[in-house]
């Protein structure tokens, strides 16, 4: 069982940063692949990026790619996301989840593959 609290949200002009943080409550972080999604209002959840167990890989969507940058802290059992340059079409409901992963290289980027969710931090970016 993994259970994920995500914090660090809140409301940034455009052009801003912000900096989320996922603090996972697990007894081995290392087995787990991470991600981070979002859902804005009025449309489907979708994947903002994705890092390996280790760390070593990342992927992001197109749609963020050279903005945020995603990087995990396999001590302190915590995984962040750091948004650059934000749009207000980034304002979305931002979710951390969690993804068992037998492949340690391994970077998933599909809702189905994870299997454990925080309960989301809203971010709002003003034009």
């Known amino acids: 069982q993994v259970q994920l609290v995500e914090s660090g949200g809140g409301l940034v002009q455009a052009g801003g940063s912000l900096s989320l943080s996922c603090a996972a409550a697990?007894?081995?972080?290392?087995?787990?692949?991470m991600g981070w999604f979002r859902q804005a209002p009025g449309k489907e959840p979708e994947f903002v990026a994705g890092i390996s167990r280790s760390g070593g890989m990342t992927y992001y969507s197109d749609s963020v790619k050279g903005r945020f940058t995603i990087a995990r802290d396999n001590a302190k059992n915590t995984a962040y996301l750091q948004m650059f340059s934000l749009k207000p079409e980034d304002t979305a409901v931002y979710y951390c989840a969690a993804a068992n992963s037998l492949i340690g290289s391994r970077v998933y980027t599909e809702r189905h593959e994870y299997s454990y969710w925080g309960q989301g931090t809203q971010v709002t970016v003003s034009s």
């Open positions: 697990v007894r081995t972080f290392t087995n787990y692949a």
